[in-house]
C-alpha cells in the first residue's frame, strides 16, 4: 500500500525554486493496451494473423505542465478515467513518463494502490522497517516512530501477523500510518482513505490537516468534491488526460460542477410537452400514484425552467428557476389554490408552498393552461425530491397528486450540510472585555 520514494531517477533535486514542490513539464504517459484479435479459427490459421494489430495505444496523459507549490495541499479531480492516478504514479516514481520530465523536490512518501509496497508474508511490523529503509531512514529513526505508527494505526493486536491476511482497511490503517508517521516532506495520497471506516477517516483527515499546518505538501486524489474544497489550497481538473483547470480549488471545483451539470443536461432530452412524458404525473403513466379530487382542474405535467425559462432535467441550488404547473380545466372555478410539496425519498417534507388562499387564489378558465411558482434563488441542496401538486379551495381538492413527481436538483458550487441553503448575512457584535 504504502511506497516511499526517496529523492532519485528523474526525481532531482537541482538548485531550483523553493517555493514548487513537485514541478511536471510537457507530461505524457501511453500506455499499451494488448488484446489478441483472433477470434475465429479461419484467423487463427491465416497468414495474416502476423499482420494483426496486437495493441493499441492509450494515451493516459497529455502535454500536462503544472507546478504543485511547495507547503500546500494540491487536489487532483476529474472523472473515472481521467488520469488523476496515473499522474500520482508518474509523481511517485511507479511510472516513467512516456514524454516530459517530473521533477519532486524532497522525500515522497505515497499512498497509493491496496497493498502496494507491502510484503505479504511479512508482518506488519517487519513492513513498517521496510517501507522505512526504502525512505532512507535508519532503524534508530524507524524505532523511534514505531509506537506512534502502532498506536496510529490501531493494530497493536495484529502488528506482528503476516500482513497478507489483513483486511483492506487494515491495509489503509497500516498505510495511512507509515505514510503519515515517517515524517514526509511530500506525501501523495490516491483515494485509498476511503477504504477505512469512518472513524479512522476522521482521524486520517486530522491528521492531514495537521500535517498541512506543518508545512508538509499533500498531494490528493479525491472525488470529494467538499474535501478538495475544504482541504485543498489549489487544485487541478483532469480531463481525458489533459489538464482542464488548475488554480484555488473552490474555483477549480466549481468549474469542474457546472461543467459536469452542463454534460448531464445534454446528455437528458428536455422534456417536450407534445413528445416526453417526463413531467407527466405517475398515474398517468403507470397507473400506481394515488390521485384524488374532484376533477374540476386537473394537473396535467410539472416542468422545471432555469431562470432564462428554458425547460431542464434538474434545477441547480441557488439558481433563478420556475416550476410550471400545466392544467386542464373542464369547466370555469372561479377560485383555485394551486399548491407544491418538496418531500425526500425517506419521508422528510421539506416545503409546502401555495399560491395563496381567498382574494389571491386563481380563477381558471376552461381548458389548458399553465401556473408558474418562481424563485430568485432555489434553496434545495443537490438531491432528489418528490413533488407533490395541489389544486385546491378552501380545503375542497379538485386535484390532488401525491409525490408523483421528481425533481432533480444539481449544485454548481461546493454544498452545505443539509437539505436546503439557508442565505443570509453574518456579523459579528460588540465584544465585551
Ligand atoms: N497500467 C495500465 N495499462 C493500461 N491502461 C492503463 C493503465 N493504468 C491506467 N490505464 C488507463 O489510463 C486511464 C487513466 O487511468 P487512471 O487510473 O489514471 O484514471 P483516474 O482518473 O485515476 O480514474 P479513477 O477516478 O477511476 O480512479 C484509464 O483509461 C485506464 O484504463
Redesign the pocket.
Known sequence: MTVFHPVEEEIEAPAKPVDVAIEVRGVTKR???YHDRRTNVKELFSPRRARVKRHDD?W?LKGIDLDIPRGKTFGLI????????????LVAGI?RPTEGTIVAHGRISAMLELGAGFHPEMSGRDNVYLNGSILGMTRKQIDAAMDDIIAFSGLEEFIDTPVKVYSSGMYVRLGFAIAVNLEPEILIV??VIAVGDEEFQRRCFDHLYELRRRGVTIVL?T?SLGLVADLCDEAAW?DG?KLKAVGPSREVVDQYLSAVNRREAEAQPQPQPENNDAGVPADETEGRTPRRGSGEVRVTRVDYLDGDSQARPFLTTGQPCTIRISYQAVEAVPSVTFGLGFTTESGVQVAGPNSGYGEAAFAVQPGEGHVDFTLDSLPLQPGEFLVTTAAVDKGHPYDFLDRAFVLKVRADDVTEPGLVKLTGNWSLGPSVP
Open positions: 500506455f499499451r493496451r492509450f493516459a476529474g472523472h473515472n478515467g481521467s488520469g488523476k492516478s496515473t499522474l500520482l504514479k511510472h490516491d483515494e486524489v472525488h483532469l488526460g
